[in-house]
């Protein structure tokens, strides 16, 4: 993925976070992570989140400053530079954090081996008015040198939809690849909350199909039955329940329950179906 014709740095780890707590803090004093390290997540919109990268040299890198940003990639597109004012996904603050410790916090580091003699100057507009930043490195021949930073972003719920991938990858100022290869590429699915808005059938027939839908508002909805009879199914996709009522469970009170799951969060209807007798049916002589 990714591969550059001159690469010099490669994505190693990333890990998301909530933006409820000061990022130069670390968990559970600081903000609290919402997702495993290197595991991609759920994101609503409109809310601020946090995402930690750490990259790491794989040759020796040239002497004296180098300008990268921060690039998105909607639906496996293009990637573009993403800024304060960028469509789909945008800077939400100007206070950003670089870590230069040796620690098991973060996303994890692979060593000792820091970007010398420091990790960047500044995440707080470039010189060409941007947010991006810059690495100093010397001619060492050291190899397999590493920084990590942190960004604070928002999806913009005006430009995406549920559903919609946002991948994320750092470059050199001119949007010319600058990673060798994303082991480990921070994507993240838009998302909502769930919320049920059908309201159940509450009588069934003996030996009359129970086809009950249950409906949900927030985008892509994965459907389970935690509660439910012996036979009772549900469509994971669509949220068909089916179930055929036994001859046996006449004037039984049936416990159902429902669930609705997105990447984000999970909404929960429960309710009592009341089985009776089988249904009559005349026949009309002439």
Request: aromatic share 10%.
């Amino acid at each position: 993925m990714g591969m550059g014709s001159n690469p010099n740095f490669q994505g190693s780890h990333f890990r998301a976070r909530n933006d409820d707590g000061p990022s130069e803090v670390a968990p559970p004093t600081g903000a609290s992570w919402f997702a495993p390290k290197t595991t991609n997540w759920g994101q609503l919109v409109d809310l601020n989140f946090r995402v930690r990268m750490l990259v790491y040299s794989i040759v020796s890198i040239n002497d004296g400053l180098h300008t990268l940003h921060l690039g998105a990639s909607y639906n496996g597109g293009a990637y573009f530079r993403v800024t304060p004012t960028s469509s789909i996904i945008q800077f939400s603050d100007t206070t950003h954090w670089v870590n230069n410790d040796n620690t098991t916090e973060w996303p994890g580091r692979l060593g000792s081996r820091l970007l010398y003699p420091a990790p960047m100057n500044s995440l707080v507009d470039g010189d060409d008015g941007e947010d991006d930043w810059e690495i100093q490195s010397t001619s060492h021949n050291l190899n397999e040198l590493e920084f990590e930073a942190e960004f604070s972003l928002q999806v913009v719920s005006g430009d995406v939809s549920d559903g919609d991938t946002i991948e994320l990858r750092i470059f050199q100022l001119s949007l010319s690849p600058f990673l060798a290869g994303y082991d480990f590429t921070p994507l993240m699915t838009v998302a909502s909350v769930p919320a049920i808005t059908s309201t159940p059938t509450l009588v069934a027939p003996v030996g009359v199909d129970y086809a009950e839908q249950v409906t949900a508002s927030g985008g892509v909805v994965v459907w389970s039955l935690t509660v439910a009879p012996p036979g009772a199914t549900i469509n994971s996709a669509t949220g068909l329940i089916a179930w055929m009522p036994p001859e046996e469970s006449e004037r039984d009170r049936i416990d159902f329950t429902a669930v609705a799951t997105t990447p984000v969060g999970s909404d929960t209807v429960s309710w009592q179906v009341c089985v009776t007798a089988p249904q009559m049916t005349a026949t009309l002589r002439i």
